[in-house]
């Protein structure tokens, strides 16, 4: 914790030798914040949309991504351009802040209820210098509410198929320079598949201060519990994965202090947190995890065209195993920690043509330093026209599981990296929006659990080979009135040999309707070309999924809904990417309902 209190001091001492106050307006640095990458924020109205249960369920209509799900509730993992890996691949934050289990390195997807969203941010493609370790696929940030009021708040209830019933409660406020907020949210379900319950409490609370020249010091915390059946999940070869009632109970918390302040010409971002788990498993499993670090970085607008962005971060992960009943596991406790100091400078030479360049310095503790950099350009041919050029190296640094945890760890490991080349076109012009990006992406240095050629029936994790994915993404949305509006999507993506749950075809559709008191909202998705393993072996049954939200306004501050989700009671299987599980095969949900409604103030 020393090492946290002295990093931040001196990130705040660097930040403030290049804070001077001048008399510029902050216009231009807002316009520049653009870093010349794939993005897409999905924002509150779009989220209220789907009536999600977890937060990252509403990823599932972006080009681009693919969510694996265990059902309406449970795991929600997504992917981001062939990475996914239950979030061992992309880099998941919260407000900033990662969020992940130190232990594995994975997101507990599950913990991030969708109660106190106000919007997410989504970033396709490595961007390892502005977030180091982790962002191979992309990075998504959920951004949570920040009252505006003296008072406000929302109140949702539904229920619906499979006893699932979903309570989230928001109160919040800014009064006398004093901001605060509390939400919490409690979901319940029997689940579609025999022992698939679900039940969850999350809590979140901000208390801050904002001070006369406009900065703010704010304090966040997170608490998550969560019992998660398992039901009896086929593999890939047909075999069963979890035994009877199986179940799995997680307990998690966070912890974050935020300060920002604004200057004429830049903006300061610090961050401190702390995240901690604690998880226990029917199987006799019993382990603890905590993940400490801190993050500073300072966006300078030098002169009238040039945007630097100067940060660093550190991390201390530590993971602990107390009991288990597998013979492969380690119990013990694992400490890693890793450092890092990062530059991105965007310069507009003209009205039209901007270039960014960039680079991290990253040194872990086992894997030791690497160097990543990031360039790209972009030209707005007209004032409807914008085409752009990306090159991005990502990394992620082995886990304590890879590492130490198990008979197959691997203290050797070097880090994985990725080279993304990347080129794009955007297209507005009145209400319509036509986006369009091709990429490829050269890996190295996988790591993978394979078999060991002294010890039979053994395995190690080790790094293996090259890889190349292909792909591209369009996205098309029109406003055709004030009464309807449509998006929609396709993804076409070429693994290669590493097929194993990467969809070849994925095309989204959303339209929306809203007549006076009324309103629908209609999506679906097809997902084609899809298998359970590599080098195209294995197909799934290709599948179609329609769903829709029906919402009627009652006066301006209470709403009633109806949501149905798979309509057509597509029949249809889901692939989870989760090596330590055998890759299990999930049999998704038929049609369901909910009713529920929705009240403000």
């Not at 597998?326 to 039209?352: C, R, V």
């Not at 290709?542 to 949501?563: G, R, T």
Request: proline share 2%; with cysteine.
């Amino acid at each position: 914790m020393k090492k946290i209190v002295v990093l931040n001091i001196l990130l705040l001492c660097v930040s403030f030798s290049f804070a001077e106050d001048v008399t510029l307006s902050l216009e231009k640095l807002y316009k520049q914040q653009d870093t010349i990458t794939t993005t897409q924020t999905i924002k509150k109205q779009d989220i209220e949309k789907v009536n999600p249960v977890q937060a990252l369920e509403v990823l599932k209509n972006v080009p681009g991504v693919v969510v694996q799900k265990t059902g309406d509730t449970g795991r929600t993992d997504p992917s981001i351009r062939g990475f996914g890996d239950n979030c061992r691949r992309i880099l998941v934050l919260i407000d900033g802040k990662p969020e992940f289990m130190s232990l594995f390195g994975c997101g507990v997807s599950h913990s991030m209820l969708a109660g106190n969203i106000d919007k997410i941010e989504i970033t396709k493609g490595p961007d390892s210098v502005l977030y180091g370790s982790g962002a191979l696929g992309g990075v998504i940030n959920i951004i949570t509410k920040t009252p505006t009021k003296p008072f406000e708040g929302t109140m949702d209830f539904s229920f619906g198929s499979f006893n699932t019933q979903n309570g989230k409660i928001y109160l919040g406020g800014l009064q006398n320079n004093v901001i605060y907020e509390v939400s919490a949210n409690k979901i319940t379900s029997d689940g579609h598949l025999p022992n698939s319950q679900y039940n969850a409490v999350d809590l979140y609370e901000k208390l801050g201060y904002v001070f006369r020249d406009g900065s703010s010091l704010i304090f966040e915390a997170k608490q998550f519990q969560g019992l998660k059946h398992e039901p009896e999940t086929r593999t890939k070869d047909g075999g069963k994965v979890y035994t009877n009632n199986y179940w799995e109970d997680y307990h998690r918390n966070s912890y974050q202090l935020n300060f920002d302040k604004m200057y004429s010409r830049g903006k300061l971002f610090v961050r401190a947190y702390q995240n901690d788990g604690d998880h226990k498993f029917s199987n006799n499993w019993h382990s603890k995890d905590s993940l400490i670090g801190a993050m500073a970085n300072y966006d300078w607008e030098i002169g009238d065209s040039n945007l630097l962005k100067l940060g660093t971060d550190y991390k201390q992960q530590e993971g602990k195993l107390l009991s288990t009943n597998s013979s492969s596991m380690h119990l013990g406790s694992w400490k890693l920690y890793e450092y890092a100091f990062y530059a991105l400078d965007k310069h507009n030479f003209t009205g039209k043509f901007s270039a960014v360049a960039g680079a991290r310095y990253n040194n872990n503790e086992i894997s030791g330093e690497k160097f990543v950099p990031r360039t790209g350009l972009e030209y707005q041919i007209s004032e409807n026209l914008l085409i752009k050029g990306l090159y991005s190296r990502g990394f992620r640094s082995p886990y304590l599981n890879e590492l130490y945890l198990t008979k197959a760890s691997n203290k050797n490991l070097k880090a994985e990296t990725v080279d993304s080349y990347e080129i794009g076109a955007d297209f507005k012009k009145d209400d319509f929006n036509l986006n369009i990006n091709g990429f490829i992406m050269k890996g190295d240095n996988l790591i993978q659990r394979v078999k060991n050629k002294v010890i039979p029936q053994s395995f190690t994790f080790q790094n293996i080979g090259q890889y190349e994915f292909k792909g591209a993404e369009l996205y098309l949305g029109y406003i055709f009135s004030k009464f309807i509006d449509a998006q929609a999507g396709y993804t076409y993506f070429d693994a290669g040999e590493h097929t194993q749950g990467r969809p070849q075809d994925k095309l989204d559709l959303n339209v929306n309707f809203k007549i006076n008191r009324w309103s629908l909202s209609l999506n679906s998705m097809y997902i084609g070309n899809y298998y359970a393993q590599d080098k195209k072996q294995e197909r799934l049954k290709d599948f179609a999924v329609v769903s829709a939200k029906l919402s009627f306004a009652v006066n301006d501050n209470v709403k009633l809904f109806v949501d149905g989700r798979n309509l057509t009671n597509q029949q249809y299987e889901i692939f989870l990417d989760r090596d330590a599980d055998n890759y299990p095969i999930t049999k998704m949900p038929g049609t369901t309902v909910s009713f529920g409604t929705q009240i403000k103030f």
